[in-house]
């Protein structure tokens, strides 16, 4: 069944992740992978050690930075992961990776015209990417701009629709709207997917 094959899959890639690192002892990039899968599978003290040991070897690997910031920003907070982004965006100002994620833990921060403009710089280098879109449709909705909210929603075409994060926005925009109908099919989504989202169950019942 899919448990078995998810499984095998795991064993496979453990195995995978371990050979590379017999060979590659040595390479910054493949710890930066080990370090990723092992916070995708839930192992959140050896993603670390694996991004610690990536920036030990390459000191100047954007992507190692990138992976320690992340994980500063999961252990001791936002104020703690910019500098790593900071560092990592000095090294190579065009990283979309890395300006996503920074963008993303400047809006966290609250500082949103900063967020905008990195946001911008994101779409200047990639002008379809969907995060960057989503994170200005947020700002907007924040400012109480619902139409233009919409907008900018419509232009991640879709590839989002997935994530609670965009569940919630669009539910919010619905109810601003005046469609209950739309906002209560969104937010039912959000609400299965976490049944412990307290504001997401209350737009529910408003809904």
Wanted: glycine share 6%; with cysteine.
């Amino acid at each position: 069944g899919t448990t078995v094959c998810a499984a095998i899959e795991a064993v496979a890639s453990r195995a995978a992740f371990n050979r590379a690192q017999r060979l590659s002892p040595a390479d910054a990039e493949t710890w930066v992978d080990i370090g990723r899968y092992h916070l995708a599978a839930g192992d959140q003290a050896a993603g670390i050690a694996a991004a610690d040991r990536a920036v030990a070897l390459a000191p100047d690997n954007v992507k190692a930075l990138t992976l320690r910031a992340e994980r500063t920003r999961d252990q001791y907070g936002l104020a703690a992961a910019r500098p790593w982004f900071e560092r990592a965006l000095a090294i190579d100002p065009a990283a979309v990776p890395t300006l996503t994620e920074y963008a993303a833990t400047l809006a966290d921060m609250g500082e949103a015209r900063h967020m905008l403009s990195v946001s911008r710089r994101i779409l200047a280098l990639q002008p379809d990417h969907p995060r960057a879109w989503f994170m200005q449709a947020v700002l907007a909705a924040r400012a109480g701009r619902e139409d233009l909210a919409r907008g900018l929603l419509a232009r991640t075409e879709g590839r989002l629709d997935h994530q609670p994060a965009t569940m919630l926005l669009r539910g919010i925009l619905h109810l601003d709207g005046g469609n209950g109908v739309l906002a209560a099919e969104s937010l039912a989504k959000l609400v299965a997917l976490q049944p412990d989202n307290d504001q997401a169950r209350l737009l529910l019942g408003r809904a």
